[in-house]
């Protein structure tokens, strides 16, 4: 079983900050990208940005230059540092990860519970 676990959602105002943490676990052989998405109310859930196994890095362009993708290989946790966010930010963000449990495998996606972050006065 693998298990992908986000915090650090909460209620920020505009033009403040978040950090949003995923980590996952269980039965890992290796872990190719990681990323975020996220989902309005009313609207489809949309990606965020993406960072491979080699630390490649891509943004949406609504994100782009204020939120920072990262990830640790040692603990298997990607992070998003959000900066300046918007009420537009609004959603329920979810980790994704793409994951390979066994050596000659296929990466398969798995996806964290979600975490809601508000951007409100």
């Known amino acids: 079983q693998v298990q992908l676990v986000e915090s650090g959602g909460g209620l920020v105002q505009p033009g403040g900050s978040l950090r949003l943490s995923c980590a996952a676990s269980?039965?890992?052989?290796?872990?190719?990208?990681m990323g975020w998405y996220r989902q309005a109310p009313g609207k489809q859930r949309e990606w965020v940005a993406t960072i491979t196994s080699g630390a490649i890095t891509n943004y949406a362009d609504s994100v782009k230059g204020r939120f920072t993708i990262s990830r640790d290989a040692a603990t298997n946790t990607v992070y998003l540092q959000m900066n300046s966010l918007k009420p537009e930010d609004t959603a329920v963000y979810y980790c994704?990860?793409?994951?390979?449990?066994?050596?000659?495998?296929?990466?398969?996606?798995?996806w964290g519970q979600g975490t809601q972050v508000t951007g409100s006065s």
């Open positions: 269980g039965r890992i052989f290796s872990i190719n990208a």
């Open positions: 994704h990860a793409a994951i390979r449990t066994n050596p000659t495998g296929h990466f398969y996606p798995y």
